[in-house]
């Protein structure tokens, strides 16, 4: 018998059959997958906003899923399991100062800014030695309340606000501005005009300080001037103490008390690096104090004042209530405000950057 018309061979059937089937389970597949991813990441965006969370920290979260069976249905549940790091930032303050509590001859950081050591403190042959990186403090000069007198100046007889929270230490300026061979210049005011070849300290208004003989070695010109410190002649120069240390003490380097030559002197200097270093001790003679600076890597320095009642030196610690004057000279009489209420006597602060 010959096949009806449109008539199916044998067996098509049973293949658009297993065909059809086929094409169920895989859509069933998917759409159970489908089903898995969405729970993981629904999971994931809940755990993110869930109270008691931590704060806005940087958090790095990773997402696994496991399936279990409930032994009275077929039915199958996913949940999820969160892992989470947590980035802390370190803080790091803006200033830090400890004074050393035992100095020795080697040099010992006693602050910090931003993290990075700005100044050290050794003690050697009698002499305190404070030496301060540039790169991250600054110098700046103080009229006294007399010397210099207190109207006019923008740093005047005692630390300024501006100054407070950033300051590091502070130190005794030069000698009386009655005294002869010396200057005393900040912010175009004059207190006492400056003198060709007196040994100089020069802040420049970029923040960086200099020593050395006025119109012999500094001003550079490259900069310009915001305050000058004249005293004496070079304490030290070009690496080498003066010629006049040991043999002309009281004429050359500042009457004493008593006339003695042995008493309370300090200096500033400058090494070739551009660091500073403040020097002070009770019981020095010129020439030992320009020794300890020369060892200490100084090729220029300045005396400043003498005799105990007006050497004395500070770091300062910081709290909440203010800072806290910590004495850097052993033996220092002290002065009555240590710089942060009004003072008679010119003086120096060291901020940080």
């Not at 094409?23 to 993981?40: C, F, H, N, Q």
């Not at 005293?231 to 003066?242: E, I, T």
């Amino acid at each position: 018998m010959a096949p009806r018309r449109g008539g199916a061979r044998p067996g098509a059937s049973a293949s658009r059959h297993r065909r059809r089937a086929s094409r169920r389970t895989i859509r069933a597949r998917w759409a159970a997958l489908g089903a898995a991813l969405a729970g993981v990441v629904l999971a994931g965006v809940v755990l993110a906003l869930g109270g008691g969370g931590a704060g806005p920290a940087p958090v790095t979260a990773t997402a696994g899923t496991t399936t279990t069976s409930d032994s009275s249905s077929s039915s199958s549940a996913s949940t999820t399991t969160a892992t989470a790091t947590t980035t802390r930032v370190r803080v790091v303050p803006a200033l830090t100062v400890t004074p050393a509590t035992a100095p020795a001859t080697a040099w010992s950081v006693v602050a910090r800014v931003h993290g990075h050591p700005a100044a050290w403190l050794a003690q050697r042959a009698g002499v305190t030695l404070i030496r301060f990186d540039q790169r991250y403090v600054h110098l700046t000069l103080h009229a006294g309340s007399i010397d210099g007198g207190a109207a006019g100046w923008r740093y005047g007889d005692q630390i300024t606000a501006r100054e407070i929270h950033r300051l590091v230490a502070a130190f005794n300026g030069g000698f009386k501005l009655t005294y002869h061979a010396v200057g005393f210049v900040s912010g175009g005011h004059v207190a006492v005009p400056l003198s060709g070849g007196l040994a100089s300290i020069v802040t420049y208004t970029d923040g960086t300080t200099d020593v050395g003989a006025w119109n012999e070695g500094v001003p550079t010109r490259r900069k310009t001037v915001y305050s000058v410190l004249q005293n004496q002649q070079l304490l030290v120069d070009r690496g080498a103490p003066a010629p006049t240390v040991a043999s002309c003490i009281i004429a050359c380097w500042g009457a004493t008390i008593q006339g003695l030559t042995t008493v309370a002197r300090s200096a500033v200097g400058v090494r070739a690096d551009g660091e500073l270093v403040w020097a002070a001790g009770e019981q020095l003679t010129p020439a030992t104090l320009a020794d300890v600076l020369v060892g200490a890597g100084v090729v220029r320095a300045v005396e400043l004042d003498i005799n105990p009642d007006w050497v004395d030196g500070y770091l300062y610690t910081h709290h909440p209530t203010g800072p806290a004057a910590v004495p850097a000279l052993p033996g220092q009489l002290g002065i009555a405000g240590q710089f942060l209420a009004p003072y008679t006597r010119d003086f120096f602060a060291v901020v940080a950057n």
